[in-house]
């Protein structure tokens, strides 16, 4: 594997493990403490890895020149009885985890608009951080479940709403393993072009450059 590729996959482990940290750190300060409880809310990769998700599928997608990045860590445990806001408290918990890997990339993409003295090898790595930051906040904001933007949407429906949707969202549950093939199978057939354009054109946004010059 090239230094690129290797630090392409531990770029994207790190941003998933913040954006997992993200969803403790808001659950904790809305009241609920599993994710302290549970040692989750660290910069320590360990407990958060889930070596299918955070490393193998990554990995994978890489080295097969997949075209797209995707993964996961180990969920963040959380107890939504907890949470002081009932109405809202559980579409706070969610978004908080794409919120961070914005976040990120605003900051890196920050350094590129202003960073002209800067190494070109390190805007270069700038620009991946962006873009990886982007993909992973974006894509878990498409509102398909188990993806935190089904969850912010179900948060804000009427209740009448909302209990339907978390019916359907129990229904792709308990499918297990066969939910995931069957999403990534619904993405790449059908999501993924249009995606990967808002992708670009937010990095191009963000960056004040278009990714073919990187």
Not at 99 to 115: P, T
Not at 144 to 162: E, H, K, M, N
Request: hydrophobic residues 55%; positive net charge; aromatic residues 14%.
């Amino acid at each position: 594997m090239s230094e690129l590729l290797l630090f392409t996959v531990v770029l994207l482990i790190i941003s998933i493990i913040l954006h997992e940290i993200a969803h403790g750190y808001a659950a904790y300060a809305l009241g609920d403490p599993t994710a302290k409880n549970a040692g989750r809310l660290t910069l320590n990769p360990l407990p958060h890895i889930d070596i299918v998700g955070s490393v193998l599928i990554p990995a994978f997608l890489v080295l097969t020149s997949a075209g797209f990045l995707f993964g996961w860590a180990k969920p963040v445990p959380y107890n939504p009885l907890n949470l002081k806001n009932q109405r809202f408290g559980e579409g706070l918990v969610s978004i908080a985890g794409p919120a961070m890997n914005i976040g990120i990339a605003i900051i890196f993409s920050l350094v590129i608009r202003f960073g002209s003295g800067l190494p070109e090898t390190f805007i270069s790595l700038a620009a991946l951080v962006v873009l990886i930051n982007l993909f992973l906040g974006l894509f878990n904001l498409i509102p398909i479940p188990p993806l935190d933007g089904y969850t912010v949407l179900r948060s804000i429906l009427p209740y009448r709403f909302a209990v339907s949707f978390r019916n359907f969202e129990r229904k792709v549950q308990s499918l297990g393993i066969l939910s995931l093939f069957l999403f990534i199978f619904v993405f790449i057939s059908i999501l993924s072009n249009p995606f990967f354009a808002l992708v670009q054109q937010i990095f191009t946004l963000f960056t004040g450059t278009s990714l073919g010059s990187f």
